[in-house]
């Protein structure tokens, strides 16, 4: 850098143009309605669960897919947070809503280790790529809202934000397939409904850093 | 005189509407404030560079600061990304040859403690943070600061690998 600052000052107020402020209730309005238009595509495209729409909700289906959206919920929050950066500002509470998901795994585990459920057939694994592509397809206009949100703003944790982005745009578009899959199988939710979390958040945490550096 | 939270917040409100003259003191005070800022955090011959880096940003991201939340915690959460990431680039670039000779005075009030470069030092486990300040801050080279802090120089480059890495992660805790 060369000149001094009273010539940078100069520079600045002379391109100064009236900004308006970037607002949390903005950022989280455009990242719910990217979510709540991925969900209408997934039913307009695929159909929405028999028992649903009877009104009828099995208990894993409801507790698993309620996760899925308070995590993605969470995890948007955060992002758009991160977006005015603020000394003092606390980035973690994501992190026991991602917890709570993680047990959806565990429990796939420990269920699938007493035999209760035949993971490796062909059907098995055919249905579980389907939901892991459908709804990673239904999680990228969430990503790309988020990501031209963290452009706009000063994430001081690109890296973090980057993961975050990946887990709030995968959790809320495998809730948003899960209004199509029939699946009450904790095997099938826990192993390739998180799939599409963790497939996003690693996704997220490649690609985004470098395009909301500042 | 120095300008205070409110009076800094009322200059940016008006910035962020286009008022060129609160805009031209707004930034002439930013420059004083992250002068003071830095100083002693960083070597004085690129003390400059840094601050008009700051005061660049500052201006790219005048959308981000909210009317409603304070404006000198914004501003520190900007600086201390500048500061990690002109370390980050000094550790990249493997420039060592920094002077040891700071002038600097510590005259901020308490709260702007809060905000302070060297709290967020102090969050570094000692050897990290010991390292960065010998090598990066105060120029010593490996062999120099493996001799002041007893760590092995594969240690001081390990934890100032380490520490530049958590710092860039902590740079909005208080």
């Known amino acids: 850098m060369t000149q001094n600052s009273d010539a940078l000052i100069a520079n600045l107020v002379g391109n100064l143009q009236p900004v308006k402020p970037i607002s949390f209730a903005r950022g989280l309005g455009y990242a719910l309605s990217a979510a709540a238009i991925s969900a209408l595509a997934v039913v307009a495209a695929f159909g929405i669960r028999p028992d649903v729409l009877a009104g009828r909700f099995d208990p894993v289906y409801l507790i698993a897919t309620g996760l899925f959206l308070v995590l993605g919920i969470a995890a948007a929050v955060t992002v758009i947070v991160m977006s005015r950066p603020q000394v003092g500002t606390d980035h973690s509470g994501w992190v026991w809503a991602a917890a709570m998901v993680a047990l959806l795994p565990v429990a796939a585990l420990i269920v699938s280790f007493g035999g209760g459920s035949d993971i490796l057939s062909r059907e098995s694994i055919a249905h579980g790529l389907e939901c892991l592509m459908v709804g990673s397809g239904a999680s990228l206009l969430v990503f790309a809202i988020l990501v031209g949100w963290l452009r706009k703003g000063a994430p001081t944790a690109p890296d973090r934000a980057g993961l975050l982005t990946g887990i709030a745009a995968g959790s809320l578009g495998i809730f948003a397939f899960s209004l199509h899959c029939a699946d009450n199988d904790i095997v099938h939710i826990g192993m390739w409904h998180s799939g599409v979390v963790l497939l996003m958040a690693g996704l997220g945490r490649a690609l985004v850093p470098p395009l909301v550096r500042w | 005189?120095?300008?205070?939270?409110?009076?800094?917040?009322?200059?940016?409100?008006?910035?962020?509407?286009?008022?060129?003259?609160?805009?031209?003191?707004?930034?002439?005070?930013?420059?004083?404030?992250?002068?003071?800022?830095?100083?002693?955090?960083?070597?004085?011959?690129?003390?400059?560079?840094?601050?008009?880096?700051?005061?660049?940003?500052?201006?790219?991201?005048?959308?981000?600061?909210?009317?409603?939340?304070?404006?000198?915690?914004?501003?520190?959460?900007?600086?201390?990304?500048?500061?990690?990431?002109?370390?980050?680039?000094?550790?990249?670039?493997?420039?060592?040859?920094?002077?040891?000779?700071?002038?600097?005075?510590?005259?901020?009030?308490?709260?702007?403690?809060?905000?302070?470069?060297?709290?967020?030092?102090?969050?570094?486990?000692?050897?990290?943070?010991?390292?960065?300040?010998?090598?990066?801050?105060?120029g010593l080279s490996i062999a120099e600061a493996s001799q002041a802090t007893g760590q092995s120089e594969s240690l001081v480059k390990v934890n100032i690998h380490r520490g530049l890495k958590k710092l860039a992660h902590m740079v909005e805790k208080a």
């Open chain 2, 1 to 138: 005189m120095r300008a205070d939270e409110a009076t800094l917040a009322r200059l940016m409100m008006m910035s962020q509407k286009g008022d060129k003259q609160a805009y031209a003191t707004l930034l002439s005070e930013c420059q004083r404030w992250l002068s003071r800022y830095y100083s002693r955090r960083i070597a004085p011959a690129q003390l400059d560079d840094l601050v008009q880096e700051t005061l660049m940003a500052l201006h790219n991201k005048l959308a981000t600061w909210d009317s409603s939340r304070p404006f000198l915690p914004w501003m520190a959460a900007i600086a201390r990304y500048r500061w990690v990431d002109h370390l980050r680039r000094l550790y990249r670039a493997d420039e060592c040859e920094l002077v040891t000779d700071f002038a600097g005075q510590d005259d901020e009030p308490a709260i702007a403690a809060r905000i302070s470069i060297d709290r967020l030092l102090g969050m570094l486990p000692d050897p990290q943070a010991r390292a960065i300040e010998l090598v990066k801050i105060e």
